[in-house]
């Protein structure tokens, strides 16, 4: 069965720092990668998605994403964070032989002004 | 856009009555799917169906059935609730051969 972990359970930065948030799974096949983001009060839309090619992702509101195959990592970046990034963010894996997506338990990121 | 509503944003219940959840998505999705979030725990999956009357355990049913009688509605069934099922539901669906889910609003149901 595949399993996804986020370590980091509450992030708190300051406008203008550097993101990075972990996400490791384990599952030995073939596996499609994902990243959530939840704002407050808004439902769960998708930030973004790995396939295949590209290990680096880039995806909406200048978040990136890189696979590390060998690391089982997905972890999500982004250079320079805002207020408005306050959100919680989901992790998600899918094995390709599976229709269904496993999640992490979350990563609540506080953006201070 | 692929659009999926939710019946209700809240609704509170008593302890052992039977609740229905209600999810219709406008995109001729195949897939669809029941989740709960809780805090620390992420989204859990209740159950998912693939296609018409076809449906799948998640990883958490137990307390819970569904009802797929057409393609685009998805209905989430608690025979008789009780406080540990209250929680946030997400309902969401994807395209056959494409993974990308997407999700309602959810509803929180409070079980009194």
């Known amino acids: 069965a595949q399993s996804v972990s986020q370590h980091n359970h509450h992030v708190i930065l300051s406008e203008a720092a550097s993101l990075e948030l972990g996400c490791n799974y384990s599952?030995?096949?073939?596996?499609?990668l994902f990243w959530y983001v939840q704002y407050p009060g808004q439902h769960l839309q998708l930030l973004l998605k790995?396939?295949?090619?590209?290990?680096l992702v880039k995806g909406i509101k200048g978040f990136e994403a890189e696979f590390i195959k060998s690391k089982f990592s997905f972890n999500l970046r982004k250079p320079s964070v805002q207020w408005s990034d306050t959100a919680e963010y989901f992790c998600?894996?899918?094995?390709?032989?599976?229709?269904?997506?496993?999640f992490g338990s979350g990563t609540q990121l506080t953006v201070l002004p | 856009d692929v659009k999926v509503t939710q019946s209700s944003r809240y609704l509170v219940k008593r302890t052992g009555e039977k609740v229905f959840l209600e999810c219709v998505q406008d995109m001729d999705h195949e897939n669809m799917f029941w989740y709960r979030q809780d805090p620390g725990l992420g989204l859990r999956l209740i159950y998912f169906?693939?296609?018409?009357?076809?449906?799948e355990k998640g990883d958490i049913p137990e307390g819970y059935s569904v009802s797929r009688e057409k393609k685009e509605r998805f209905s989430l069934i608690l025979e008789s609730a009780s406080t540990n099922q209250t929680s946030m539901y997400l309902c969401?669906?994807?395209?056959?051969?494409?993974?990308?889910?997407?999700f309602g609003p959810g509803t929180r149901l409070t079980v009194l």
């Open positions: 169906s693939y296609d018409v009357k076809m449906k």
């Open positions: 998600a894996v899918n094995a390709l032989s599976a229709r269904q997506l496993t």
């Open positions: 599952y030995g096949g073939t596996v499609n």
């Open positions: 790995y396939f295949s090619g590209d290990p």
């Open positions: 969401a669906s994807s395209k056959q051969g494409e993974n990308t889910q997407y």
